[in-house]
T-cell receptor, first 114, second 116 residues
Framework: AQSVTQLDSQVPVFEEAPVELRCNYS??????LFWYVQYPNQGLQLLLK??????LVKGINGFEAEFNKSQTSFHLRKPSVHISDTAEYFC????????????FGQGTILTVHP | GAVVSQHPSRVICKSGTSVKIECRSL??????MFWYRQFPKQSLMLMAT?????????EQGVEKDKFLINHASLTLSTLTVTSAHPEDSSFYIC????????????FGDGTRLSIL
């Protein structure tokens, strides 16, 4: 079985500052990794995904994430955040016997202050 | 991009009522749809996986007679909360995928269900 841990439940940051949202996973088999964003009272929107190949993955809205197999991490980064990036971010993993199923982390609320 | 429409966005009803939530993939054929439940300030909990034309697979602890799922076509899945009670109040989200393996899931905007 897979598990996902998002190390920070809340991350406050000032506008135009860089941000990193941390995600660690555990799995005994190869996995696929995803980051989703959720705005209040809405569903989830895919930011980016890692399936294979280059470990640095670029997504929408200027976000990127790096897959680190040795550290079993998939941290999300943005060099300069905007007020509109305020939302909740979920890291998710799919793999092994959980065919097609996603296991989500607990979520990180990113709050961007002016 | 892939669009998933979920309806209604909000439901308020009396205890004992059955509520149906629809999930439609608007621009692609979804072989697999997933239903999640999200409690306030918590992550998404997978309730069940439905594949077109077959019975849904429910996660452990989810009552299949309480949460009826139908996936009659490649673009529509429905979740019916039967005889809803206040403890069923939650945010329900569906997602759809072209195929189950390694394809990203596309999410609907969720349904806020409030049982009085």
């Amino acid at each position: 079985a897979q598990s996902v841990t998002q190390l920070d439940s809340q991350v406050p940051v000032f506008e135009e500052a860089p941000v990193e949202l941390r995600c660690n996973y555990s799995s005994s088999v190869s996995v696929y990794l995803f980051w989703y964003v959720q705005y209040p009272n809405q569903g989830l929107q895919l930011l980016l995904k890692y399936l294979s190949g280059s470990t640095l993955v670029k997504g929408i809205n200027g976000f990127e994430a790096e897959f680190n197999k040795s550290q079993t991490s998939f941290h999300l980064r943005k060099p300069s955040v905007h007020i509109s990036d305020t939302a909740e971010y979920f890291c998710a993993v799919e793999g092994g016997t959980s065919y097609g199923k996603l296991t989500f982390g607990q979520g990180t609320i990113l709050t961007v202050h002016p | 991009g892939a669009v998933v429409s979920q309806h209604p966005s909000r439901v308020i009803c009396k205890s004992g009522t059955s509520v149906k939530i629809e999930c439609r993939s608007l621009d692609f054929q979804a072989t697999t749809m997933f239903w999640y439940r999200q409690f306030p300030k918590q992550s998404l909990m997978l309730m069940a996986t439905s594949n077109e034309g077959s019975k849904a697979t429910y996660e452990q602890g989810v009552e299949k007679d309480k949460f009826l799922i139908n996936h009659a076509s490649l673009t529509l899945s429905t979740l019916t909360v039967t005889s809803a009670h206040p403890e069923d109040s939650s945010f329900y989200i569906c997602s759809a995928s072209r195929q189950a393996r390694n394809q990203p899931q596309h999410f609907g905007d969720g349904t806020r269900l409030s049982i009085l």
